[in-house]
């Protein structure tokens, strides 16, 4: 006949100590959540300011203000800020809800010698080595999770040059970046996608690209424009002396002879 285990006096008492261990466990990894969800919540939202550095900077970032700008251009090289201060004031419009989505397109060019379609993943994917300095400023403000889920509903979108034909966009903040590698007929292209609500940031280094005049998008427009006055678009030229770089960099760059 079998008898039941008798149940040590002190057992209860050990559950009762893991209960309360469990509790006080409970208790701390939910402030610990909250005290991370706080940071985050600071981290993520906090005001976007676009300081100027320089002159052409403050004219830049008022150009990128200005409602009037339909599309504004930005030339330059690379380290005057172009770029950053496109996404920065494609967010604070996206956040002040001036703008439903944020748009982020360039050529099609090989990095390295791959080509987006022997590159691993989706088309997300594919274009993260042309979009890396771009996200690298989108988190700053929006965490990992939120970007995953721009993505997922079309709020933030990137997409090649090339399958921006045919489509036209309404509410958008679009940045075609590095569009020293366009065509005359991708640039054209490109400029008539705009729909109401939208506008268009153009970036691009004239002197890293290997179209000639007759075949650079990019110079092409700048040489039309040069004798067009136009109420909905501008343009800021970028010099050398307004890359804005760690001064280690400088000189490291002074070291190698670089101009500066």
Known sequence: MSRKAKRSWNEPQQSNNSRRSNNNNNRNNRHNEQTINLQDHRRYNKS?????????QRDYIH???????????????AGTGKTMLAVLAGIKMLKEGDITKIIVTRPAVEV????????????????????????????????????????EEQILEISPLAFMRGRTFKEAWIIADEMQNATPS????????????????VTGDVQQTDRKEGENG??????????????????????????ERHPAVTEILRIYGDSI
């Open 48 to 56: 976007i300011e676009l300081n100027p550095r320089n002159p052409h």
């Open 63 to 77: 150009q990128l203000l200005n409602p009037n700008n339909s599309i504004v251009f930005a030339t330059g090289p």
């Open 112 to 151: 390295d010698g791959e080509k987006h379609g022997f590159l691993p993943g989706d088309l997300n994917q594919k274009m993260e080595p042309w979009t890396r300095p771009i996200f690298d400023v989108l988190h700053e403000h929006y965490s990992t999770k939120e970007t995953a889920r721009m993505l």
């Open 186 to 201: 991708q640039m054209k292209m490109l400029l008539t996608r705009l729909g109401e609500g939208s506008r268009m940031v």
């Open 218 to 243: 990019l110079l092409d427009f700048g040489r039309l424009f040069k004798n067009t006055d136009s109420d909905f678009i501008s343009w800021t030229t970028f010099e050398h002396k307004d890359i």
